[in-house]
Antibody, heavy 117, light 107 residues
Framework: QVQLVQSGADVKKPGASVKVSCKTS????????INWVRQATGQGLEWMGWMNPNSGNTGYAQKFQGRVTMTRDTPTRTAYMELRSLRSDDTAVYYCARSGEMGFDSWGQGTLVTVSS | SFELTQPPSVSVSPGQTARITCSGD??????VYWYQQKSGQAPIVVIY???KRPPGILERFSGSTSGRTVTLTISGVQAEDEADYYCHSSDSSGTWVFGGGTKLTVL
């Protein structure tokens, strides 16, 4: 059974950066892409980008180009998402999700990032 | 840019059939996935590749497609089906997009 466990909630000031981790277990880390999706309170799901854990290749939504970086640490089976130059409208729950044949079939529990002065 | 359009809300009485549509210019030829998200929880897949149901998803959930519109149908709606539902697809460049979400209310 695949499990994705994310880091805990974080509070940042405007202009700062945040790095959220997503530790995987239960399946081969390199076999599936890891995606990041965020959701502001009361709003819909917003796809941010993907990372291939095997190659390290990434693809980002145009909205986040230049502000987001997705990386991985293969020995610990952990994926990371760093978002820079934070603004108040970046306040959201951030999810990692594995993409497989059945779509985004496994999700982390979500990490609340609050941006506030 | 690639967009998916869903109705903001759908309301049905228990036992009735709920239909949630998702439309987009780029949908023809691309697979669509449907997710159910209950309050405070991460989404789960209820339909993948337009019409397939993952293990453990009840038979009352089904998907269909017609040109640039896909439909999630929930037959015999139960109170526990009340949730937000999102369609999800990708374009040819590998960019993923979610629909805006539909709130299903069971009256």
């Amino acid at each position: 059974q695949v499990q994705l466990v994310q880091s805990g909630a974080d509070v940042k000031k405007p202009g700062a950066s945040v790095k959220v981790s997503c530790k995987t277990s239960g399946d081969t880390f390199s076999n599936y892409e890891i995606n990041w999706v965020r959701q502001a309170t009361g709003q819909g799901l917003e796809w941010m980008g993907w990372m291939n854990p095997n190659s390290g290749n990434t693809g980002y939504a145009q909205k986040f180009q230049g502000r987001v970086t997705m990386t991985r640490d293969t020995p610990t089976r952990t994926a990371y998402m760093e978002l820079r130059s934070l603004r108040s409208d970046d306040t959201a729950v951030y999810y990692c999700a594995r993409s497989g044949e059945m779509g985004f079939d496994s999700w982390g529990q979500g990490t609340l990032v609050t941006v506030s002065s | 840019s690639f967009e998916l359009t869903q109705p903001p809300s759908v309301s049905v009485s228990p036992g009735q059939t709920a239909r949630i549509t998702c439309s987009g210019d780029a949908l023809s030829g691309q697979f669509v996935y449907w997710y159910q998200q209950k309050s405070g929880q991460a989404p789960i897949v209820v339909i993948y590749k337009d019409t397939k149901r993952p293990p453990g998803i009840l038979e009352r959930f089904s998907g269909s497609t017609s040109g640039r519109t896909v439909t999630l149908t929930i037959s015999g709606v139960q109170a526990e089906d009340e949730a937000d539902y999102y369609c999800h697809s990708s374009d040819s460049s590998g960019t993923w997009v979610f629909g805006g979400g539909t709130k299903l209310t069971v009256l």
